[in-house]
């Protein structure tokens, strides 16, 4: 059973647009949602994280939304660059600390 | 540099096999982690542990053994390697606090044919 279902599969974008991965999830116990980027041959690295009692979080050009009716989280790319293209992996843990892992969105940013 | 060391980084078995993937990391974080990543599918935990002596099961434990002597190292033991475990298996660690993220190793591929 999926837990942490995430969309889209893969998305293109054009350098300078905005590139927008949805992640929806069904524990409500869920209490900490960290997205992590990973490139080719490399292991994930933590790129933003939110906890449920706030509904936005910026850092730079990334953005989490969260709502927490919906069960729903997304990161927000702006300004899209082409060192952005990587796999995106959104995540949800609670205590003692097991993350569960969406199935992962290929981004690509043209030129 | 401080972090997460996998060794190796590739491996190819033939079935039946076993070998044990190596992790140990220099930041004496209590948690460690073994996630193995396929296609589509994202990372699915194996094993983790939460300290010295104490390790625990995740969504895909079967085929796998880990143990947890000391802080540093987390070996995960394929017992008879099948074609169904070719995948690219990660290390993570982390502090057991509520705000910190996973370190994660650079991965081993390891293919069982």
């Known amino acids: 059973q999926q837990q942490v279902k995430q969309s889209p599969q893969s998305l293109i974008v054009q350098k300078g647009g905005i590139s927008i991965i949805n992640c929806a999830y069904e524990n409500t116990a869920f209490d900490y949602f960290p997205w992590y980027q990973q490139f080719p041959g490399k292991g994930p690295a933590l790129l933003i994280a939110i906890r449920p009692d706030v509904s936005e979080k910026k850092e730079g050009r990334f953005t989490i939304s969260f709502n927490k009716s919906a069960k729903q989280f997304s990161l927000h790319i702006m300004d899209s660059q082409p060192g952005d293209s990587a796999t995106y992996f959104c995540a949800a843990s609670i205590l003692p600390r097991q993350l569960t892992f969406g199935s992962g969105t290929q981004l690509t940013v043209l030129p | 540099n401080a972090g997460v060391t996998q060794t190796p980084k590739f491996q190819v078995l033939k079935t039946g096999q076993s070998m044990t993937l190596q992790c140990a990391q220099d930041?004496?974080?209590?948690?460690m982690s073994w996630y193995r990543q396929d296609p589509g599918m994202g990372l699915r935990l194996i094993h983790y542990?939460?300290?010295?002596?104490?390790?625990d099961q995740g969504e895909v434990p079967n085929g796998y053994n880990v143990s947890r002597s000391t802080t540093e190292d987390f070996p995960l033991r394929l017992l008879s390697a099948a074609p169904s475990q070719t995948s690219v298996y990660f290390c993570a660690s982390s502090l057991t606090g509520k705000n910190y993220g996973y370190t994660f190793g650079s991965g081993t591929r390891l293919t069982v044919v």
């Open positions: 542990s939460v300290g010295a002596g104490i390790t």
């Open positions: 930041m004496n974080h209590e948690y």
